[in-house]
Structures are given as structure tokens and as C-alpha cells.
């Protein structure tokens, strides 16, 4: 058992994988929300403090849905400004 | 002990007052943010002798909201906090046919200080152990209608025998035994080695507890992304526990692959030190993602949780939908058994439908 966690480690940590954060579907999910928009979240910024990347999408899928949220919001958009 | 808690404590104190003066130095460029969800279903539960419907919040992943803040603290750290609480009314791992309605109760979750930059990061205060959720990991997709932690839904109903309550509950045989869970504690996780992460942790609840665990996440190219987590805990028991009782020991881990194409597995295993025995855990989910849809099925199994020669099952299908980025829509069909020597207990079924969104 440990001797193939071992091999395994070694196995990821020696080729070409690419890290990705791994996010739990169990927390807050880091997409857009209901109220907060595209940040997903109430931004309060003080100073000099710039847009993070914490704020985007972290992986695929996040990033598929946001961009499915985003091209659903200018649809809706540019419908209601066609009326 | 005593000694390394006296020491901790200096240089936590230490590094915390180096930390305000920073921080104190650098107050501008702050960030703060207020997010969370809201996570309620309908489950129908029935237990071979009573049947009834419950309206709940889905204990896979609580009502909640956080706020969180950051900022900079000079030579490319960031200090921050984060303040995470739940408030959940019927959570759907504590009702029973008794108590169908537990009022809303806010809860603590996370209340923690942190420093991260190129050494890694160091949090105290309250927050996720080390191991915490290193026998959770799961790409499936469906996490929010089941996962290893079934005892989340449904956990406080007991097994009937003879059409009679008895005192044995689902969670109380077939934990994940997901170590300990979240604490007060001093944190430390170290940066990103080619994606694997190594966290060390020491707090307490009643007694001392220290956390190791090493984490990994990436992507394996066109086999797809890879996850998982070793963890191990120790809750040192007090000297006045009752002779015959051990430290609270669980070594474990779990690992979640996601194919290119959409299909999964996932596998967990915890083993747990018990007076006596060794409490074990087990767990294997198959699933499918394919556009805004999830599905899987998975079958766990705990051995020598309640009581020596006990083995509990469940076997479930869940479902989650994404219609929109901000609202998943989930079910979940899935059935607990028990089996004991010398006694006959009947299974019990779950259905439960319902939505998170987050606002």
C-alpha cells in the first residue's frame, strides 16, 4: 500500500501533469451568484486594490459555466436593449 | 506537551505581532467579500415500519455565507481573515421522525487569520483541520446529492428491529470518519510542489489533536484530472478518559479521477482507531458528467463502527443539473443497511430532491 503511494507520487510529481486547484463541490462554489454577478461575491476594494484572480473561474468547468452565465447575461441584454 | 504548547504559543504571538506591524505599514489595497448559498430539499425517508416527508437543508453543503479579506503585507505575502458561519434549519443529517423541526441555529465554521506567500500559508484560529476532507475528494459532480460523508443525509435516523427503534443510528455505522473535521488550530500548508500540498496542523476541541495530510491535484493529459488526498489525525485523549480507551488515531485517504470524456471514480478508505477494534470505512462512486448534467452511483461500507462485527452499507444514484452558473438542482435515491450478529435491522430508504444557489 505505501510502497504504491509512493511509486504513485512519484509517478505525478516526475511528469508533465499540470497542477489545477482542486476545489470542493461541498463549498461555496467560485462562480457568479444570483445577486453578486460575475464576481460571485459583494466586492468592497480599498486603496489601491485590483481586481484578484480569486475571483474567476478556477478550473474547466467553472470557466464553461461562467462563460454560458456571461453569454446568457448579453443576450438578455442586448434583447431587452433591442425593445 | 505543555512544553511545545508554551513554545507554539511564543512563536505564533511572535510572528503575529511581526504580522501587525506590516500590516499596520501596509493598510491599503484591501480586499473584502461577502458571498454564500442557500441549500434546501424535500427528503422522504421511510425506515420499514414509519414513513414521512421532511423539508431540510442539505447538510452535503449547509446554508451559509462568508466573508473573507485580504491584503498585502509586503515582500509578495497577503494577510487576510475569513469568517464563515452556517445556518441551518432541519438539517437533513439531524432529523428524525421525533424532531422534524430543528429550529436554525448559527454555527461555526470557519474564523481564522492568515499570512501566505512564497514559504506557503499559516492560518489560525478557527478552520478545517489538516486532514480535513482528505477522505472527500470527489470530481464527480455530484458531491451535492451524495458523497462519502452519507451520514449528511439521513444520519440521525436509527435501524428498526422487531418494528423497534434501536439504538444504533446510520451515522453512528457507517462514518467516513473524515479525521477531525474543523477546530481551533495552527495551520501550515506548504506551497505547491507540481501540484502535490503538504499540511500540518495542531489544536484542540476537548482534547489536543495534530493533523498531517498531503494533498494532490492536476492534470494528467489526455487521461484527464487526477485528485486525492492522504490525511492522518491523533486526538490525544485527556488523562482523566475512562481506562481502556485509546488516542482517537484515523489514517486514510481518498482519490477521484474525471476522464476527458465525463466518466469518474472515486475511492475512499479510512481505518479508525476504536477501543478494541479498528473502525473501517470504505467507499467507491461511479459517475458521468456530460454538459449541465451529473450522475453516478456509489456504494460505501463501514465495518466496526458502532460495534465490533458491525457492517453497514448504502448503496445510492444521485443526480445534480446545472442550469445556470449560480443554481444546481439535485436528487438523490439511496438505501442504508445493517447487518449485526444476533440481530435483524431493517434498511432504510431515502429520496430527496431539491437546489442550492448561490446568491
Known amino acids: ?83 | 506537551m505543555p512544553k511545545q504548547k508554551g513554545a507554539l504559543t511564543a512563536t505564533v504571538a511572535a510572528a503575529l505581532l511581526g504580522l501587525g506591524g506590516t500590516v499596520q505599514a501596509q493598510a491599503q489595497g484591501i480586499e473584502v467579500r461577502l458571498s454564500g448559498q442557500v441549500n434546501r430539499a424535500l427528503m422522504h425517508v421511510d425506515d420499514g415500519a414509519e414513513r414521512d416527508s421532511f423539508n431540510v437543508d442539505n447538510s452535503n453543503s449547509s446554508t451559509r455565507f462568508r466573508f473573507n479579506a485580504d491584503g498585502p503585507a509586503g515582500a509578495g505575502r497577503r494577510a487576510g481573515i475569513l469568517f464563515e458561519v452556517q445556518f441551518q434549519s432541519n438539517p437533513s443529517g439531524a432529523v428524525t421522525f421525533a424532531d422534524r423541526s430543528i429550529d436554525g441555529q448559527l454555527t461555526e465554521r470557519h474564523m481564522d487569520v492568515f499570512l501566505t506567500g512564497g514559504f506557503g500559508t499559516v492560518r489560525l484560529g478557527q478552520g478545517d483541520g489538516a486532514a480535513n476532507g482528505a477522505s472527500e475528494v470527489d470530481l464527480s459532480g455530484t458531491s451535492l446529492a451524495h458523497y462519502s460523508a452519507s451520514p449528511d443525509i439521513g444520519g440521525a435516523f436509527r435501524y428498526r428491529t422487531g418494528g423497534a427503534l434501536s439504538g444504533t443510528s446510520i451515522g453512528d455505522s457507517i462514518s467516513n470518519q473524515d479525521f477531525a473535521s474543523r477546530y481551533d488550530r495552527l495551520l501550515y500548508q506548504t506551497p505547491s510542489f507540481n501540484g502535490f500540498i503538504g499540511e500540518v496542523s495542531w489544536g484542540h476541541k476537548e482534547d489536543d489533536i495534530v493533523e498531517l495530510a498531503l494533498r494532490y491535484s492536476g492534470k494528467i493529459g489526455a487521461l484527464g484530472t487526477l485528485a486525492g488526498a492522504v490525511g492522518y489525525s491523533n486526538i490525544f485523549l485527556s488523562e482523566d478518559a475512562p481506562v481502556g480507551t485509546t488516542d482517537d488515531k484515523v489514517i486514510g485517504g481518498s482519490i477521484s479521477w474525471l476522464h476527458p470524456s465525463g466518466f469518474n471514480l472515486t475511492f475512499a478508505h479510512t481505518a479508525r482507531d476504536l477501543p478494541g477494534r479498528d473502525g473501517k470505512f470504505d467507499y467507491l462512486k461511479a459517475g458521468y458528467k456530460f454538459g449541465r448534467h451529473a450522475v453516478s452511483i456509489d456504494y460505501g461500507q463501514g465495518q466496526d463502527q458502532a460495534a465490533s462485527g458491525d457492517e453497514a452499507k448504502v448503496y445510492g444514484i444521485g443526480y445534480v443539473y446545472t442550469p445556470i452558473a449560480w443554481a444546481e438542482i439535485f436528487a438523490l435515491l439511496k438505501q442504508h443497511s445493517l447487518d449485526r450478529s444476533g440481530a435483524s435491522f431493517d434498511d432504510i430508504q431515502f429520496f430527496m430532491v431539491g437546489s442550492r444557489i448561490k446568491f
Open chain 1, 1 to 83: 500500500m505505501r510502497a504504491a503511494l509512493l511509486m504513485i507520487c512519484s509517478v505525478l510529481a516526475g511528469c508533465a501533469a499540470e497542477p489545477v486547484p482542486y476545489h470542493s463541490q461541498n463549498e461555496i462554489s467560485r462562480g457568479p451568484g444570483l445577486l453578486t454577478g460575475a464576481e460571485g461575491a459583494f466586492v468592497f476594494r480599498t486603496g489601491d486594490a485590483a481586481p484578484r484572480e480569486s475571483a474567476a473561474p478556477r478550473n474547466a468547468e467553472e470557466e464553461r459555466e461562467y462563460q454560458e452565465w456571461r453569454d446568457s447575461k448579453r443576450r438578455q441584454e442586448s434583447e431587452s436593449s433591442a425593445k
